[in-house]
């Protein structure tokens, strides 16, 4: 599993136009699921979404946790994060195929929200415009 995870001012995601998540200071993670990914990656890559330490306490260094930040989390699925761009043509291959990977993606939806912050959402699949303001900017890969 994959998580491409940027420190946000506030963030967004639409489908045809509508707004159907956004989010305020936190995080966007752009998350992509391998097809021999299981539990416990998913596992793994919330608990590291959660705790990671990149807010900045009053001497300027990044060591508060998101939750001590106040963060939200706006979670877009994104299968193009396992690209094979060995040609010109990018292949897909290595991405998870939907029955296997929608139920990753909401597991770590779940587990974000259990650690009792607001999470946000774009829709599995979709053709999907996502807005940011980067803060920092901060961008972390997470990958198990």
């Not at 890559?45 to 060591?63: H, L, P, Q, S």
């Not at 029955?99 to 974000?112: D, F, G, H, N, S």
Request: aromatic share 6%.
């Amino acid at each position: 599993m994959r998580a491409v995870v940027t420190r946000v001012s506030e963030a967004s995601v639409s489908i045809d136009g509508e707004v159907r998540g956004k989010i305020g200071k936190g995080f966007l993670v752009l998350l992509g699921v391998h097809e021999d990914d299981g539990e416990e990656e998913a596992l793994y890559v919330a608990d590291r979404i959660c705790g990671m330490r990149i807010f900045e306490d009053d001497n300027g260094k990044m060591n508060i946790n998101p939750k001590d930040a106040g963060a939200e989390i706006l979670i877009v699925s994104q299968f193009t994060l396992y690209a094979d761009v060995s040609s010109r043509r990018p292949g897909f291959f290595h991405a998870a195929r939907p029955e296997k990977a929608i139920p990753l993606y909401e597991l770590v939806i779940k587990k974000c929200r259990e650690e009792g912050f607001k999470v946000e959402t774009g829709e599995f699949g979709a053709d999907m415009k996502v807005s940011s303001i980067n803060d920092g900017p901060v961008t972390i890969i997470i990958e198990k």
